[in-house]
């Protein structure tokens, strides 16, 4: 099927670009783009959504009030000390941010996403 720019909002992507995209996605390097190499992707543009979400400043960081803003939109009933202790233990730098990195080891190395 042929996708036309005009379906695809004006964005007309480059072979070049899209082949970086295709490296990107099979993490193997063997040519094909295999279901859990796909489900990989989409997990991490999943969570790299949420994260954009939660940094409502696009600083590239979360902040406490951040974090805290985004759980009670998310209409989850905590109390500032309980996101906090969150915060504090997500934020393994304890620079009083968490990066997008930071943010991606909760979900693949604690919550096993």
Do not use: H, W
Not at 62 to 73: G, H, M, N, S, V
Request: glycine content about 8%.
């Amino acid at each position: 099927a042929v996708v036309s720019t005009q379906s695809t909002g004006g964005y007309d992507p480059q072979k070049s670009e899209l082949r970086g995209v295709f490296r990107d996605i099979d993490l193997d390097g063997d040519g094909r783009i295999s279901f859990e190499e796909y489900c990989t992707f989409v997990k991490y543009d999943m969570l790299m959504s949420i994260f954009e979400d939660f940094d409502s400043n696009n600083n590239g960081t979360i902040c406490k009030d951040e974090l805290f803003q985004a759980i009670t939109k998310l209409g989850i009933t905590s109390t500032r000390e309980e996101v906090d202790a969150m915060f504090d233990q997500i934020d393994e730098s304890g620079d009083g941010e968490v990066s997008y990195e930071e943010f991606m080891k909760v979900f693949f190395d604690t919550l096993n996403f």
